[in-house]
């Protein structure tokens, strides 16, 4: 909001929309007319998506602009926890060793957490991979017996 006032300057009181440009993940330019609602001493913008007044617009996808509530603006941390990858496959624990890796503390003490994190991430692994030898033989069984009849 602040740089909408500062760009329209003293006209920013007479005006009941103003067409703003907001760059999304892409880099392409999203313009789009906001209406401005509020008073004579507390303006905000209007979400076009829900219609409620706000401080901060932002690009949603490549051409659409909403308020937090509609894009939900989440941290690399929020969006990587909902992945499978991070559920299943321990994400979470590949994210701890790289943090374990930079944290600020004595060599020795780093050096014994990292070994105990890649530790647990091989044990994970060697279980996946063991699981799969599972599947793959019981699948191996079933088709030697289809071939058989």
Known sequence: MREVRQALGDAFK???TVVVAIF???CWPVITPIELVGNGRRWLLRCPSCGVGCMVLRASGLCSVGCNACVRHRRRKERERTLRSWVHFDGALE???????????????????????????LEGDRDRAAAVLQ????????????LVR
Request: glycine letters at 0%; hydrophobic letters at 45%.
């Open 135 to 146: 599947h793959s033989d019981a699948a191996r069984s079933v088709a030697d017996d289809a």
């Open 14 to 16: 007479c005006r009941q």
């Open 95 to 121: 994210d701890r060793l790289v943090r374990a890796a930079f944290r600020n503390c004595p060599a020795w003490l780093r050096a014994r957490n990292l070994m105990a994190l890649s530790a647990q991430l």
């Open 24 to 26: 999304n993940a892409e």
